[in-house]
């Protein structure tokens, strides 16, 4: 690999492929890119894996996402979808869960490289209020959780 002009490492366009961002310096310099680049293809090849394992469970929703390992479960959805969020250690979620209902949905995480303080499983339960408003609330075996009411809408 290399870029025209050549202003990026090897390993700086593998982060960018696998990533979606470049990463500064001092994540550079601490081994990250790595770290990042790992967990881009786990969360690959767990994501394919998990999609061929769902129709023999009798799930609805697979869901893998690379997180920062520090991250709450609340937290876990929002920092996946913000690039600047991945420039720490990062954890793999996969989330199993089924619609119980139209407006009930009941799952479960695993968080893979969670850290000591943090869920490595969880529980989430949805209920939908309205067409805008969600209850939901998760749980997890080191005690954290959390409850929330969101508005939500869909552009």
Do not use: C
């Not at 290399?2 to 601490?30: C, F, Q, R, W």
């Not at 394992?53 to 869901?63: D, H, N």
């Amino acid at each position: 690999m290399a870029s025209d002009p050549p202003t990026y490492s090897k390993a700086e366009l593998v982060s960018l492929v696998l990533t979606g961002h470049i990463p500064t310096a001092s994540e550079a310099s601490h081994g990250d890119v790595t770290g990042s680049a790992l967990s881009a293809i786990s969360t690959a090849i767990i994501g394919n894996l998990a999609e061929r394992i769902a129709p023999a469970l009798g799930a609805g929703v697979v869901r893998v996402q690379s997180v920062p390992a520090s991250a709450t479960s609340a937290q876990a959805a929002q920092a996946a979808a913000v690039p600047q969020a991945a420039a720490g250690a990062l954890a793999t979620r996969v989330e199993v869960g089924k619609n119980l209902t139209d407006r009930v949905y009941v799952g479960y995480s695993r968080i893979f490289g969670a850290g000591e303080n943090e869920n490595s499983n969880e529980g989430r339960f949805e209920y939908r209020m309205s067409r805008r408003w969600v209850l939901q609330s998760e749980y997890g075996d080191a005690g954290v959780g959390g409850f929330d009411l969101m508005w939500t809408t869909r552009y």
